[in-house]
């Protein structure tokens, strides 16, 4: 059995669900329009690798801070329905059946929170999903995140984590998708590396490396 490692955000969709999320959240009165421009600054430290991950979730997952996590999962489906599904590239969803047809075990890794990667991954028919740990207090969200983050080479530690607790698995290639210059940890570990849609920095990463690049549409 082979491991097929997919991003989430600008690989498997078009556009980040971190972004999508707190648009949905201001559409919905749930948060302050304010947030969407502050993100959107972080959002061009990230696509210049200077991004502070966790000054990234305090802000995002401020809206969320002493809601509880039954009113927060309703909102997450109403989101991934309208916002998140539109948006899957058609291109990413017969790459992950092709993995599946295959007997590999899909997984999604991103650097979004866990109460958005988990049930889109889910929606997506993955196996499971490794994501930035949201913290739960008395079933309602503090605001605050936990464990290592799963951003650049906090990707490739929490995978070697969860691998160590796959009893009796052992997979004999790992395969990795991702469109961020972020993840080269992740794909530089990977038997088969595949670069989405990749900037021209990453292009030439890519062609200097030998990983296959794909030019994947709506």
């Known amino acids: 059995m082979d491991l097929a490692l997919f991003d989430l955000d600008e690989t498997l969709i078009c556009e980040d669900s971190t972004s999508l999320w707190l648009r ?5 009165g749930f948060a302050s329009s304010d947030l969407i421009a502050e993100e959107q600054q972080l959002m061009t430290q990230y696509y210049a690798g200077t991004l502070s991950i966790e000054e990234y979730m305090n802000k995002t997952l401020a809206p969320l801070a002493g809601m509880a996590t039954l009113t927060v999962e309703g909102w997450v489906r109403r989101f991934i329905h309208r916002d998140i599904m539109p948006r899957v590239f058609p291109a990413a969803r017969e790459r992950i059946e092709w993995h ?3 007997g590999d ?6 650097a979004s929170g866990e109460h958005l ?9 993955a196996y499971g999903a490794l994501a930035i740990g949201v913290e739960v207090v008395d079933d309602r969200y503090s605001g605050q995140t936990y464990g290592t983050m799963t951003y650049k080479d906090g990707k490739v530690t929490r995978l070697t984590d969860w691998k160590a607790l796959q009893e009796g698995e052992a997979f004999e290639r790992t ?5 961020s210059m972020n993840d080269l940890p992740l794909l530089a570990q990977a038997d088969h590396a595949h670069v989405i849609n990749p900037d021209t920095m990453l292009h030439q990463e890519a062609m200097s490396r ?3 690049v794909c030019h994947w549409a709506r």
């Open 24 to 28: 949905w959240l201001v559409s919905q």
């Open 100 to 102: 599946q047809q295959r």
């Open 105 to 110: 075990k899909v997984m999604i890794i991103s």
């Open 117 to 125: 990667v988990i049930p889109i991954a889910e929606r997506l028919g």
């Open 175 to 179: 395969w990795a998708y991702s469109d």
């Open 210 to 212: 030998g990983w296959e």
